[in-house]
């Protein structure tokens, strides 16, 4: 799925589709309970571009706003964003076996849960104020990446 036109689209009821889930331009807001948008896919955020999770649970195979999505999977540009309201949880489970960069900015006052077994480097001030899990993997912050406002769980 990709949205690629500015404006809010919402998503009120459960995505079957599978694949890659692309938000290029606009916002895309998920109201259709937890995992509004079925696993197994990636998130891919553009810049400027904003993935608002609501009060929801949201599982992803992996994030990505670097350009590395894999080949043919849309334009990925830097600093996207990832909101959420209190109660919800972005979980990312990194399955793959490569490592990856997330350029955007993670805010709100949603949860994070970080699973798996590569590594997720992570390079702004992630501003979200949810408690962080990491049940797997690593977690780097490189360059400005910092956790300022989160709480341990």
Do not use: C, H
Not at 15 to 24: A, C, K, R
Not at 65 to 85: E, H, K, M, W
Request: cysteine-free; hydrophobic content about 35%; glycine content about 16%.
């Amino acid at each position: 799925m990709n949205k690629g036109e500015n404006g809010n689209l919402t998503f009120a009821a459960p995505q079957f589709y599978t694949g890659q889930t692309i938000v290029e331009a606009g916002t895309l807001t998920l109201a259709g309970g937890n995992n509004t948008i079925r696993y197994g896919g990636y998130l891919t955020v553009g810049t400027n571009a904003t993935l608002n999770i609501g009060g929801t649970t949201a599982l992803f195979t992996d994030v990505l706003v670097d350009n590395q999505a894999p080949t043919g999977l849309g334009t990925v540009g830097n600093n996207g964003f990832i909101t959420g309201a209190a109660g919800s949880s972005l979980v990312v489970r990194n399955d793959g076996a490569t490592s990856r960069n997330f350029t955007g900015t993670i805010q709100g006052a949603l949860g994070l849960l970080r699973s798996g077994s590569t590594t997720w480097t992570l390079t702004q001030n992630e501003t979200y104020t949810g408690p962080t899990v990491i049940e797997g993997g690593t977690v780097v912050l490189q360059n400005s990446g910092a956790f300022s406002a989160t709480s341990a769980p």
